[in-house]
């Protein structure tokens, strides 16, 4: 199981901050919330890794800085979305032990669902597939 600062555990829900984002280009970081997509690839940035600022369709079919995976181990990114379609998927971190730490409007901060609660929900119910991020933070 992955552990984290305390900090990244207040990290609240804001849709309009995802990679890329004019807001997030002026003002970095998580202290000002985050989208999905934005507070994984910052939890992965935390443990070293340099995931690609994609969105999720163009993360799904990315082989230069990830790779696609069955079996997802820890730090591995998790995609959910309505259908197998990986446009506008929702994206969690693999933390271990059948639970995704992600970030969601539904609830409003970080959390760790099993794939089964996703099923559970329409807008999470199938599971798109795991990426493995390969590229490292340059030191």
């Known amino acids: 199981m992955i552990e984290l600062p305390d900090a990244y555990w207040d990290v609240r829900y804001v849709g309009a ?3 890329g984002a004019p807001v997030v280009r002026e003002r970095p970081g998580l202290a000002e919330g985050a989208n999905c ?6 939890v992965l940035r935390h443990f070293g890794l340099n995931p690609p600022e994609l969105r999720s369709s163009e993360l ?4 230069s800085a990830t790779q696609r ?9 998790v995609l959910v979305n309505t259908t197998r379609d990986p446009w506008g998927a929702h994206i969690g971190v693999w933390a271990g032990d059948d639970q995704v730490l992600h970030l969601c409007a ?4 970080p959390t760790l669902w099993n794939l089964a609660t996703f099923a559970a929900r329409p807008s999470y119910r199938t599971l798109v597939g795991f990426k493995r991020v390969t590229t490292q933070t340059p030191t």
């Open 17 to 19: 901050r995802y990679p």
């Open 37 to 42: 997509q934005l507070f994984a690839f910052e």
């Open 60 to 63: 799904w079919t990315d082989t």
């Open 69 to 77: 995976v069955t079996v997802p181990r820890p730090l591995d990114l």
């Open 106 to 109: 539904e609830v409003g901060r």
